[in-house]
Nanobody, 116 residues
Framework: QVQLVESGGGLVQAGGSLRLSCAAS????????MGWYRQAPGKQRDLVAI??????NYADSVKGRFTISRDDAKNVLYLQMDSLKPEDTAVYYC???????????WGQGTQVTVSS
């Protein structure tokens, strides 16, 4: 069973930065894709950023502010979040897909709170 463990969340003022990390129990280069999702209270879980074989894609709301990256040697996925806004407040989840996208794995989530 794949395990994903997020860290790096916290409380930050608007305009500040945070870097989230997601440590995987397996070699991340074997995954079809990895990504970050977020869920604010009372809302659905939405895609923030995804990375596959060197290609990245971002939600429009975070383009130019967030950067997703991965370190295959350390089996860690990152999300660098700059110019944070109060509307970025949410629980952020790490996701991995494998088996030709048939299998979906989630971390436990990390809270990000941006104060105005």
């Amino acid at each position: 069973q794949v395990q994903l463990v997020e860290s790096g969340g916290g409380l930050v003022q608007a305009g500040g930065s945070l870097r989230l990390s997601c440590a995987a129990s397996e070699r991340i280069f074997t995954f079809n894709a990895m990504g970050w999702y977020r869920q604010a209270p009372g809302k659905q879980r939405d895609l923030v950023a995804i990375i596959t074989s060197g290609m990245t894609n971002y939600a429009d709301s975070v383009k130019g502010r967030f950067t997703i990256s991965r370190d295959d040697a350390k089996n860690v996925l990152y999300l660098q979040m700059d110019s944070l806004k109060p509307e970025d407040t949410a629980v952020y989840y790490c996701n991995a897909k494998s088996g030709s996208f048939r299998f979906n794995y989630w971390g436990q989530g990390t809270q990000v709170t941006v104060s105005s």
